[in-house]
């Protein structure tokens, strides 16, 4: 008989965002006169850039044309995009990237699931922060890294907590880990590491022969100029990080998706024998192996943004949700919250003090705003929520009206 993976049977609950749509979808339905404003996940609400928009216009009218139609393209990505990503995000930053060391790909969600395909399962030492982006967690725990579910945290993994004492920036471990995974800015919590600390993990990594998975999905969102952009403006990061990055919330790729994939070339693991070998080839017959390349159209899209006209629209866009996040964080603060995020990242993390589902019962219930509860992201999440900077002005300032209104009832 055929079997499943048992491994998915160790997942606790639902994925954290099926929970909250199932919630609001019982309210939205027993409460239809009450329209809800959705703070929770982190999608955009601003339409692509018109270089974008413009860019995937002409190239969807070059498929329609057989001299210029486009089938089957290179997996790893077209040269003019890698080539731009290259010059821009990381030659212009003094990091040492070269352009086919960068895999374009649908989404950087899909990436840091997929990465960990070619790493061992059996004795795979994993560090994984407190409070985190599911996916980093839950994938391994598909793949058989982790052992059960016990009171929140799975087996097998050294947590990093991430609290109000460290300032939501965990320190190296003092034991030894392999597969670390880091996401600055951070997801949820909107918090920033220093050149310092990230230098510390470099260390850490390079001392223990580990590899770093460093999600920078939000690094377009930076304003403070000593905050690092990349892993790799740390020196020696390329011998033990790979980076991943994103143009959704960039520049509103959401339901566009593309996305990509840093894998220096000097990044090696190692076999049970101890033998050394390169990441970059494993991932590059990974990548080939089981997936055909973004479109055409959208990478052209993509390779828009890096344009003078791109890079103008693209600011314009993160400063407009940075405005947003500016609003959200100063009435927070004014009704007696303390929280970090909001001024270098879209999230705002809010210590609240009480049950972070009990908060988003309330905020739901008696303002119609929808945010996101930490208890979701980890055990250190509880007595947080998240709220997003992904929206409207006018239904920012609306939710904030609303949450005042609630909260001084």
């Known amino acids: 008989m055929i079997r499943i993976n048992e491994n998915y049977l160790k997942l606790k609950a639902s994925y954290l965002f099926s929970d909250i749509a199932r919630r609001v979808t019982a309210y939205t339905t027993a409460n ?15 339409p692509l850039p018109p270089v974008c928009t413009a860019a995937l216009h002409a190239a969807t009218d070059e498929m329609a044309v057989r001299a210029s139609f486009k089938g089957y393209g290179p997996e790893q990505g077209y040269a003019f995009l890698r080539e731009a990503i290259q010059r821009h995000d990381y030659a212009a930053r003094g990091c040492p990237v070269e352009a086919d060391e960068i895999f374009v790909s649908d989404g950087a ?60 920036v965990p320190a190296v471990p003092t034991v030894a880990t392999d597969l670390i995974y880091l996401c600055f800015p951070n997801n949820p919590t909107g918090a920033v590491a220093t050149r310092a600390q990230l230098a510390a993990w470099v260390a850490y990594a390079r001392a223990n022969q580990a590899v770093i998975l460093f999600d920078s999905a939000y690094e377009a969102y930076i304003r403070d100029p000593a905050i690092p952009h990349s892993i790799y403006e740390i020196e020696g990061a ?23 994939t840093v894998v220096p070339k000097s990044l090696l693991a190692y076999d049970a024998a101890g033998q050394a070998h390169p990441v970059h080839a494993l991932w590059n017959r990974r990548h080939t192996t089981k997936f055909n390349g973004v479109a055409y159209p959208i990478q052209k899209a993509a390779a828009a943004i890096f344009t003078p006209e791109g890079q103008q629209q693209v600011r314009a866009m993160t400063d407009f ?16 919250f303390s929280c970090v995020g909001g001024d270098n990242a879209p999230y705002i993390w809010i210590n609240v003090g009480r049950d972070s589902w009990e908060f988003f019962d309330l905020l739901l219930n008696q303002a119609q705003v929808v945010c996101t509860p930490g208890a979701g992201f980890g055990k250190c999440g509880e007595g947080h929520v998240r709220i997003s900077a992904f929206n409207s002005r006018e239904n920012v300032e609306t939710a904030l009206a609303r949450i005042a209104a609630a909260l001084k009832r």
């Open 109 to 168: 969600k899909c990436d840091c699931g997929n990465i960990q395909e070619i790493f061992a399962t059996a004795g795979t030492r994993l560090a994984i922060p407190d409070p985190v982006y599911p996916v980093y967690i839950d994938t391994n725990v598909m793949a058989g890294r982790t052992g059960g579910n016990v009171d929140g945290r799975y087996a097998g993994v050294t947590y990093l907590d991430s609290t109000p004492a460290n300032g939501y």
């Open 238 to 260: 390329r011998d033990v990080a790979i980076e991943f990055r994103s143009f959704s919330k960039t520049a509103g790729f959401t339901g566009t998706r593309c996305a990509y």
């Open 321 to 336: 949700y940075l405005g947003n996040a500016a609003l959200i964080r100063a009435a927070i603060t004014k009704l007696g």
């Open 32 to 46: 239809p006169a009450k329209p809800v404003i959705r703070l929770g996940i982190g999608d955009v609400t601003e």
